[in-house]
């Protein structure tokens, strides 16, 4: 429900110039969305948001672009260079790193916005992430392996 109300939410402010939690409350209410102020702040909050200003001086809500191309590059790059292997058990993904490299792989992919993943936990050389669902693990090798060259 949280994910389909998120995903409505991107959808919203792309399409619409939403400027306050009120507008946003409303316009998820004609979607079918029930919700309180504090859950559309806690979205917000979520989901990164931030107001841009748009004509007239007014404002929207927008998602917050945090990472650069440079920094995309650098999560990548160290993907790539601690990357091993990777291998599934139903939504359970587990990636192989070089010694020592899991917790700045787990790091990256972390940095990556992999929205995928639930949570992972890093060792020495391997890290497990909890994937929502089993397709969701198959998508998330598929990218994976075409950011490792695979």
Request: net charge neutral; charged share 30%; proline share 0%.
């Amino acid at each position: 429900m949280k994910a389909g109300r998120h995903a409505k939410i991107l959808e919203l402010i792309q399409r619409h110039e939403i400027g306050t939690q009120d507008e946003l409350s409303e316009h998820l209410e004609r979607e079918g969305y029930h919700v309180t102020q504090a859950t559309v702040s806690r979205d917000i909050r979520e989901l990164k948001l931030t107001k841009v200003a748009i004509r007239d001086g007014r404002q929207k809500y927008a998602v917050l672009s945090e990472r650069n191309q440079e920094m995309t590059k650098k999560y990548t790059r160290v993907f790539r260079d601690g990357f091993v292997s990777m291998d599934m058990a139903q939504n359970i993904l587990v990636i192989k790193t070089v010694s020592g490299m899991a917790m700045a792989v787990a790091a990256a992919l972390d940095a990556m916005d992999c929205h995928e993943i639930v949570g992972s936990i890093a060792g020495d050389d391997t890290i497990m992430c909890a994937v929502r669902t089993v397709e969701d693990t198959v998508t998330l090798m598929g990218r994976l392996r075409k950011i490792v060259g695979e």
